[in-house]
């Protein structure tokens, strides 16, 4: 895959936020700094870095896909009353996919946990 600069600006912006922007909402960011980019490139191009595994697409239920610029393995937290998806400090279980792969006899790649409640300013 071919460096651009759109590209380049893309990944920047992502990694620059902790919010997990939708596609619309990273499209926005972007114009701000290429007014001339479409929402078709950045969609692209989201789509072109995770399959070189430089960001992750979260599909967090039936919502539109959200995207995060740190590619390692990390858990989410999604508040069911306000939409609010945040990383957890939480070291990632390698032990599951062993004993999946001990149970199952499948070749475990990866894993990806997702938690689901309601953060501390819906609790209030």
Same mark, same amino acid.
């Given at each position: &895959?071919?460096?651009? +600069?759109?590209?380049?600006?893309? /990944? ?8 997990? =922007?939708?596609?619309?909402? /990273? ?11 479409? +929402? ?5 191009? *989201?789509? &072109? *870095? ?9 599909? /967090? !239920? ?8 740190? $590619?390692? /393995? ?13 990383? *957890?400090?939480?070291? =990632? ?9 001990? *149970?199952? !006899?499948?070749?475990?790649?990866? $894993? ?7 953060? =501390?300013?819906?609790?209030?």
């Amino acid at each position: &895959m071919r460096k651009t +600069f759109q590209r380049q600006v893309i /990944l920047e912006e992502l990694r620059a936020t902790r919010d997990h =922007p939708r596609a619309a909402e /990273l499209y926005a960011r972007v114009r701000q700094r290429i007014p001339t980019v479409s +929402f078709g490139t950045v969609y692209r191009n *989201l789509r &072109m *870095l995770r399959d070189q595994g430089l960001i992750q697409e979260l599909t /967090l !239920g039936d919502e539109a896909s959200r995207w995060d610029g740190n $590619h390692h /393995l990390h858990y989410h937290f999604t508040c069911q009353a306000c939409g609010q998806v945040q990383d *957890l400090k939480v070291e =990632p279980d390698f032990c599951w996919e062993a004993e999946v792969e001990q *149970l199952t !006899g499948l070749a475990i790649t990866h $894993h990806r946990a997702e938690f689901y409640g309601q953060c =501390p300013d819906c609790l209030n």
